[in-house]
């Protein structure tokens, strides 16, 4: 086969010194295409790799599948074009102080009422408020308590990286195996927060904290999409150039979340405005407001 | 924190409320033979009413399994309030508190002996005196706890150095595996040793945030409170000095709680600045040769923080 490969490689090598047509190199392109697909095939039967989608496929998917959560705030919704969408992962990025945290519990307790969806909080700082949750359920619900509701929310506390990645694995086994069970299908899974779980490791002499913050990326992102579930993770700032604000987890981690929410409060106010760092699809830039009472 | 919410059953709710007892404060200046008068129920009872009101109250505030870390300039009393939490923690439950031990991280060698023993002798005279209040139609009742068993429960821990502090965050866990009664763990003061001489600032985050996740661990785990001292340090922006917590932004995110202490002219402020389930709020506080006291100078019923 080699032989044949590089004879056909040679001939057409042979063309395209002496002749300079593009028409050599095209063929040889498609012989050449046409033994990769064979080969390509064999590697699908004897691996079992996911199967390639076309288009059609993922967009039937995106319509049937991946749902768009609303997250209980008008102005963040209009901002969002609808909301959190599943299948994407979402960071929300502040200061400390600034809201991530009420923010999250109130998407919580959002999903778990209007979208009948189950909720997995994962807890790094103990900063998982039940009673929080409880004010939130009585503020949407209107004072009829729902303890169907609360129990939708399921809070996990993990306070290394390894544990995590533990949590995520069997919470990937078991949503698998559980398929689509109606109401308690998870919707949404919230990290708060994942810089608490990277910084420790990000830096130093070695590689591992790149590749474990980047496995963990990956690892969220596959789980929102094999799942169809919306991640929501936090994250903190640190001091950048100038005196100005950037957030942590520097160059690498930018480009894996798919969606970058800016959150900042007004000093001592509860409005709290909320803008875009990146979309997929949405123009940055644009800013929302909104207050999370007590 | 309303009535309501009172572990109580629902008739004895249920009499509070049609007597007029809505809000915890009307309940705390009341005497039990008021409240069994007015509810028309035994002594006894009135007086079970009583204790669940004042547990209640002060198990607010000290809720486990939180960091809590406070900040502020030098001289405000963040050592004082070190000492009084350490004392306070051992108040035993029939007087309202938690019953337990203490362990104290003394990184800046303030722990002073002497005022430890003052603020313990003064808070067995005002437990005793609050029993005596609680319990005037019964008998008189001694309080079990002198103020040397009380500094027998404080666990000491001095560290000279960051790896001597590393050291012993990473063998908390073991030790309150073996002393199973620990309610709280109270460092003095937790950036200290960072603060100078460390100049791989990339590593000192590394190690700080790492410390602060144990932390969190050994709050979670044991169900006790973890409360870090801070200093504040003047930061320079555009022109202006501000005040912020020292080790900046990425150590401010580690803790679950935040309050500020501050001078507010002549008067001693402690501020809520983050925490997840409560509001921002402010309460003045005084530091007296009893302790750490509310500044309201006319109450008669003493109250401890």
């Not at chain 1, 996990?156 to 069997?170: A, C």
């Amino acid at each position: 086969m080699a032989e044949s490969e590089n004879g056909a490689i040679e001939i057409t090598g042979g063309s395209v010194r002496h002749f300079g047509l593009q028409f050599p190199i095209f063929l040889c392109f498609q012989r050449h295409f046409h033994r990769t697909r064979a080969h390509l095939r064999e590697i699908e039967r004897d691996r079992q790799h996911q199967p390639w989608l076309n288009g059609l496929q993922l967009l039937e998917d995106a319509q049937q599948n991946k749902h768009v959560l609303s997250t209980g705030f008008k102005g963040i919704d209009k901002l969002l074009e609808g909301g959190l969408r599943e299948g994407q992962l979402t960071e929300l990025v502040g200061p400390s102080s600034s809201g991530k945290t009420q923010l999250c519990l109130r998407v919580a307790a959002n999903v778990a009422i209007q979208h009948k969806g189950r909720v997995i909080f994962l807890d790094t700082g103990n900063s998982f408020s039940p009673r929080r949750i409880e004010h939130f359920v009585r503020q949407i619900s209107g004072s009829v308590f729902n303890e169907k509701v609360m129990s939708n929310i399921l809070c996990h506390s993990t306070f290394d990286i390894f544990s995590m990645f533990d949590v995520l694995h069997q919470l990937e086994n078991s949503l698998k195996s559980q398929g689509h069970k109606g109401d308690c299908k998870a919707r949404t899974l919230i990290v708060d927060s994942i810089s608490s779980l990277i910084t420790p490791i990000l830096g130093g002499s070695g590689p591992q904290g790149h590749a474990l913050m980047t496995s963990a990326g990956f690892l969220l992102k596959k789980l929102a999409h094999e799942l169809n579930i919306a991640v929501l993770v936090t994250n903190h700032m640190v001091a950048g150039e100038g005196g100005n604000l950037k957030p942590a987890l520097g160059e690498s981690w930018k480009s894996i979340p798919h969606v970058r929410l800016l959150l900042s409060r007004d000093q001592g106010n509860k409005t709290c405005s909320i803008s875009i760092l990146k979309h997929p699809s949405l123009a940055s830039g644009e800013v929302a407001r909104f207050v999370i009472d007590d | 924190m309303e009535v309501c919410r009172l572990p109580l059953s629902a008739t004895q709710r249920g009499k509070l409320i049609s007597a007029g007892y809505t809000s915890l404060s009307s309940l705390s200046s009341a005497s039990a033979s008021d409240l069994a008068r007015d509810l028309k129920i035994s002594d006894g009872e009135a007086l079970e009413i009583l204790n669940v009101a004042s547990r209640s109250s002060r198990s607010d505030n000290a809720e486990g399994s939180h960091a809590i870390i406070n900040g502020g300039v030098p001289g405000i009393g963040k050592t004082q309030l070190g000492i009084q939490l350490a004392v306070n923690v051992q108040i035993p439950p029939h007087c309202g508190g938690l019953g337990g031990r203490a362990i104290y991280i003394d990184t800046e060698g303030s722990f002073m002996v002497e005022r430890a023993l003052q603020v313990a002798e003064a808070c067995i005279e005002d437990m005793s005196e609050y029993s005596r209040f609680l319990r005037k139609d019964l008998q008189t009742f001694q309080v079990g706890l002198q103020s040397k068993d009380i500094l027998e429960n404080i666990y000491y821990f001095r560290v000279c150095s960051y790896t001597e502090q590393i050291a012993l965050v990473n063998y908390l866990d073991k030790f309150i595996t073996e002393h199973r009664d620990v309610k709280i763990v109270i460092i003095d003061s937790i950036t200290f040793h960072f603060r100078q001489d460390f100049d791989d600032l990339a590593l000192r985050t590394r190690v700080l945030s790492g410390m602060a996740l144990k932390l969190m661990k050994v709050a979670k785990n044991f169900s006790l409170a973890v409360v870090l001292l801070n200093q504040v340090t003047t930061k320079h922006t555009e022109g202006s000095f501000q005040l912020g917590l020292a080790l900046g932004d990425s150590w401010s995110h580690s803790c679950t709680n935040r309050v500020i202490l501050y001078w507010n002219g002549n008067e001693r402020c402690a501020y809520i600045d983050k925490s997840p389930s409560l509001r921002s709020a402010s309460a003045p506080y005084s530091v007296t040769s009893r302790g750490i006291r509310n500044s309201t100078s006319n109450y008669k019923r003493v109250k401890m923080m």
